[in-house]
């Protein structure tokens, strides 16, 4: 019995050890959400950057709003819309050279928590759950650089320190944002 005894109280030690162990590695550890992590891990690639360009960025859809009768009940039902129509205030950010409109924008919308989806040759279907055709057939985003719609896919835009990126969303093929290039004789 002596034996039985012993190796019990070696047993409750080795846990009670073990446990201790684990407590001391909770208690030194740093946990953060998923958010948290995605953000940090932003911000860090961010300060690495020691190479890069100032660029701006901002992404409205107050065009809806003139349109209101052609926008998808799914949409205004959904809450998703802000009353200003401002998805994402002008935003200064520093990144890589050699960076796209679309790298800018898949870093700004991920940094804000901001949904979006595009096809594989990086054409924008939607930004904040608001897609193309929402607000009409020929509705969807369209980005501008320094005031001009450039003819090149997201992708393509190589950015310049300094650029200007703004990001609309038309509910007339850009003619309702002042491009003119699709007027095909209006």
């Known amino acids: ?19 201790a ?3 001391v590695l909770i208690i030194n550890t740093d946990f953060e959400t998923v958010d948290e992590h995605a953000s940090n891990a932003s911000n860090e690639a961010l300060e690495s950057v020691t190479d890069g360009i100032s660029v701006s960025i901002l992404i409205n859809y107050s065009t809806v709003f003139d349109n209101y009768e052609n926008l998808s009940d799914g949409v205004k039902n959904a809450g998703v819309l802000r009353d200003d129509g401002v998805l994402l205030d002008k935003t200064t950010v520093v990144i890589e050279k050699g960076k796209s409109v679309y790298d800018l924008l898949e870093y700004v919308c991920r940094v804000n928590d901001i949904a979006i989806e595009y096809n594989g040759s990086t054409y924008v279907q939607g930004i904040g759950y608001l897609y193309e055709y929402d607000c009409g057939p020929i509705s969807g985003w369209m980005y501008k650089v320094n005031g001009i719609f450039p003819r090149d896919a997201c992708g393509d835009y190589i950015l310049e320190d300094g650029d200007e990126v703004e ?10 944002l002042g491009d003119q290039y699709y007027n095909m004789g209006d």
């Open 1 to 19: 019995m002596g034996k039985l005894k012993k190796s019990r109280i070696i047993a409750c030690l080795i846990a009670i050890l073990a446990v």
């Open 167 to 176: 990001w609309r969303y038309t509910c007339d093929l850009g003619r309702d």
């Open 21 to 23: 162990a684990i407590v």
